[in-house]
Nanobody, 121 residues
């Protein structure tokens, strides 16, 4: 089955940096897009950034200039480089991908299990 596995979360001081990774594995035919969402305690899950297979990226306004999304298509991996982190960036970060599995004509959205990012002041 298709799986997304995130890594790279942790505890960092304000102003610091972290790099998240997410690897998609399993019977994958195509990946249309990959992205990152986050959910802070008591808040709804929100978009961080997405990137299409062609390379075009979309960022939430509050992340522009601080976060960079990129992919390694050969490795089915998406990265999120987070710089100038703020305490309000503290959340569980989830990887998301729109994937067409092998032997399926449809595409589905898959989610990772999430990785905790904590930014201390």
């Amino acid at each position: 089955q298709v799986q997304l596995v995130e890594s790279g979360g942790g505890l960092v001081q304000a102003g610091g940096s972290l790099r998240l990774s997410c690897i998609a594995s399993g019977p994958i035919s195509t990946i249309t897009s990959m992205g990152w969402y986050r959910q802070a305690p008591g808040k709804q899950r929100e978009l961080v950034a997405t990137i299409a297979s062609g390379g075009s990226a979309v960022y939430a306004d509050s992340m522009k200039g601080r976060f960079t999304i990129s992919t390694d298509n050969a490795k089915n991996t998406v990265y999120l480089q987070m710089n100038s982190l703020k305490p309000e960036d503290t959340a569980v970060y989830y990887c998301n991908a729109e994937i067409g599995p092998i032997l399926s004509i449809r595409r589905y959205h898959y989610w990772g299990q999430g990785t905790q990012v904590t930014v201390s002041s």
